[in-house]
């Protein structure tokens, strides 16, 4: 009979980790974050958290989760094409942009070939979101199977860019119409994004993400069921939005985090629903002048929203800080996730983080941020009031302060642009961005701008 293995103590641990210090104390290696929470160098059961289990409900297809692509274009034939080479070359499913969601006969041409009942079709139309909503439904044919993805969201342009056509209100009340006039026809379809997106670029902490992202989901599912939707279908009918980057640890507790915290808003409700969650990869952590390096940061990114348990992770092309990406980037990034499923097989269990003393400890803190902020949102008036009045910004201008100061003092690298840059970059190729501009005439708010953390070493260098 084999000899069982020692279990450590904390003691023990503590004088392995001073040995590899030198001398220096441990309690250097304390960390606080933008939301001033606390990680330790060690974690055990003496410092440990209820413990955590928070899978993905189900499999996508027999798949771990839904490999997901966004395609942006105005264009339909160039976005047809693009949409077609990502779904044959292995992607679940689509996000489609630009200006081929403004009716559905540009739509159509962008969606030939598609079998919709098969391969789901999602949305980022921003203010537009219903009028793009009712274009798919149209392509859509009212195919019962049809699994259509609306996710309207006009809460995070109008965040970002501070402006809408409207009142934000009536923005938010036309999704919810939109919503509950193609519920019947589309059960399978979900109707509402809701993500701190805007947070998270703007350089929001993690804790104010998950904040923005539950405010946005309650004034959903409030203004669903004015407009006649039944909670229940209104709560199935939602996606959650977070960003994944290259701190893969935050990144993965952040999406468990998000599914604790949704947990206990649909019990509110009174029908504890499973939350369906959408990672996408951070664009404020990609560099432009050497894109190259942002392929580390979009597998990282990947593997964190498959590990966190995402049900669907989106990843930018990495060369989208430069532009649209071509195809051969939209390659790069379909297959990082292929490769992440396929051959590293990292969808293999459910929930790996559940046990870790640290990745536990650290999921139960950002669900704490998160609540919080939510809480301070909602004594606020509300996601809208927040927004309106600037409070929502005035936390997260504190944190993107905090994260520029952390990176130009050196207590953050990036590679290839703070360390291991370098001098003889190979170019990429990428097609023209489209231009954001802020709607007037309705409504206004301070805005929450994108940033890129990259940006100020760039033009340094230039």
Avoid at 124 to 135: T, V
Wanted: glycine letters at 10%.
């Amino acid at each position: 009979m084999s000899k069982p293995f020692p279990i450590p103590s904390p003691a023990d641990w503590r004088v392995e980790a001073e040995k590899s210090l030198k001398g220096r104390p441990i309690e250097g290696l304390i960390h606080l974050d933008a939301d001033h929470l606390t990680t330790r160098p060690l974690y055990g059961r003496a410092n440990a958290t209820e413990a955590v289990f928070a899978p993905r409900p189900s499999d996508a297809e027999g798949r771990a989760w839904d490999l997901r692509t966004g395609v942006e274009g105005d264009a339909p034939e160039a976005v047809n094409a693009a949409v077609l080479a990502d779904l044959e070359g292995g992607a679940a499913s689509v996000i489609v942009s630009g200006a081929v969601l403004a009716d559905s006969e540009p739509l159509a041409r962008a969606l030939a070939g598609v079998a919709l009942e098969l391969a789901p079709v999602g949305l980022d139309g921003g203010l537009d979101g219903p009028d793009a909503a009712n274009a798919l439904a149209v392509v859509a044919k009212g195919s019962p199977r049809a699994r259509l993805v609306f996710h309207m969201d006009p809460l995070s342009e109008f965040a970002a860019t501070g402006g809408s056509p409207r009142s934000i209100e009536e923005h938010v009340g036309l999704a919810a119409n939109t919503a509950a006039r193609h519920a019947g026809a589309y059960p399978e379809a979900s109707f509402f994004l809701a993500t701190g997106r805007a947070a998270h670029e703007a350089g929001g902490s993690a804790g104010q993400e998950l904040g923005f992202a539950a405010a946005a989901g309650v004034a959903y599912l409030n203004a669903a069921v004015e407009a006649g939707l039944a909670i229940e279908r209104a709560l199935a009918g939602t996606v959650l939005g977070v960003s994944v980057d290259a701190e893969y640890f935050d990144s993965l507790a952040k999406v468990r985090a998000l599914r604790l915290i949704w947990r206990s808003i649909s019990r509110a409700f009174g029908h504890e629903t499973p939350a369906v969650i959408e990672a996408r990869s951070s664009r404020r952590m990609l560099a432009a002048t050497d894109p190259w390096p942002n392929l580390l940061r979009l597998t990282a990114a990947g593997f964190a929203g498959a590990v966190g348990g995402a049900d669907a992770v989106v990843l930018d092309g990495f060369s989208q800080a430069v532009g649209r990406p071509d195809a051969f980037a939209r390659r790069q990034a379909r297959n990082t996730q292929i490769i992440l499923m396929e051959e590293a097989h990292i969808g293999r269990v459910a929930d790996p983080a559940a046990g870790s003393w640290y990745l536990d400890h650290r999921t139960r803190d950002l669900a704490e941020a998160g609540w919080a902020e939510f809480q301070r949102i909602e004594r606020e008036g509300g996601i809208v009031a927040s927004l309106r009045g600037g409070a929502v910004q005035q936390r997260i201008a504190a944190s993107r302060t905090a994260g520029k100061a952390a990176l130009s003092e050196g207590g953050g690298q990036m590679v290839g642009v703070t360390k291991f840059v370098d001098a003889n970059v190979r170019p990429v190729s990428a097609e023209p961005a489209a231009t954001t501009t802020s709607a007037s005439g309705g409504d206004r708010c301070p805005p929450l701008p994108p940033l890129r953390w990259a940006e100020a070493f760039e033009g340094e260098a230039a």
